[in-house]
């Protein structure tokens, strides 16, 4: 039998703070057990969690690796108008006239992620 991702790992600075961002970001609880200033949080998002574990060090270089989000039930602008509500940062712009393109944000600790157009956007 072949293996499963069970758990994407990232380490933070504050592992409870990040993973409420998250939680935010994709509508998903936090593990129940939880709390400010433990060690790791889990936000339990669909197909996947994401498991964030507080280190000492910080954040120096661009990500190696990164999340691409596609909106379910909003457009790509209005998904990221939402996350930069929460607290998210324009890192770069790569939405083109056209419609095509995505946009490159960064959340509340300087990790980039992509938010991409929603299916119904390139059904259109």
């Not at 994709?26 to 200033?37: H, I």
């Not at 936000?43 to 690796?65: C, S, W």
């Amino acid at each position: 039998m072949s293996s499963l991702v069970r758990h994407v790992t990232i380490d933070c600075a504050d592992a409870y703070a990040l993973a409420s961002f998250w939680a935010a970001v994709l509508e998903a609880p936090l593990s129940d057990d939880d709390r400010p200033g433990d060690p790791e949080a889990l936000v339990r998002a669909p197909g996947v969690g994401l498991l964030f574990v507080t280190v000492p060090e910080g954040k120096t270089v661009k990500n190696r690796l990164h999340l691409d989000l596609q909106p379910q039930d909003r457009t790509r602008d209005e998904e990221v108008e939402r996350l930069l509500a929460l607290g998210a940062v324009l890192v770069a712009d790569r939405r083109r006239p056209d419609g095509t393109g995505w946009a490159v944000l960064a959340d509340i600790e300087a990790n980039e992620f992509c938010v991409e157009r929603s299916a119904a956007e390139r059904a259109d």
